[in-house]
């Protein structure tokens, strides 16, 4: 699934706070997914920059994103865990998750995220994440 359209649809519809935020996908192919998330003063910390829930929410829904890119849309596993490495601060937005399914399986999933200011090449965060499917898609 790479239209583009219709994996926002779907994110926005799996997620609604994806849909709150204004999240869309940008770029999508096999196992890869690009999100961008606009800037929006209810998603700041205090130093005009984007929080770290909200960087963790994106990040989460980038990898959903890519794991759906690799299952016509249809997808039935969540995230088991996740470790986020915050480097620099994103600023104020609108930021770009760019997730890729590093290892598939039948059971457990890996995946990578770096996040990074719109325009920018300097990682703001850096995550891993595994996935446990709970049920086939």
């Known amino acids: ?5 219709e994996l926002t ?15 869309e996908v940008i ?9 961008r998330l ?21 990040v989460d829904v980038a990898m959903w994103a890519a794991l759906l890119t690799t299952t016509q849309g249809r997808d039935n596993s969540v995230t088991s865990s996740m470790n986020v490495n915050f480097l620099r601060p994103a600023g104020p937005g609108p930021i770009v998750a760019e997730a890729r399914v590093v290892k598939g399986g039948k059971r457990m999933l890996y995946g990578e995220i770096v996040v990074r200011a719109t325009n920018s090449d300097e990682i703001a965060a850096h995550c891993t994440t595994h996935w446990v499917v709970i049920a086939k898609p």
Not at 1 to 5: E, I, K, N, P, V
Not at 9 to 23: K, T
Not at 29 to 35: I, K, M, N, T
């Open 9 to 23: 649809r779907i994110v926005r519809w799996g997620v609604p706070l994806a849909d709150q935020w204004g999240i």
């Open 38 to 58: 606009p800037a929006s003063p209810t998603l700041l910390r205090p130093g005009n920059t984007v929080s770290g829930p909200a960087i963790m929410g994106l």
């Open 27 to 35: 770029h999508a192919e096999e196992g890869v997914a690009h999100l």
């Open 1 to 5: 699934m790479h239209d583009l359209a």
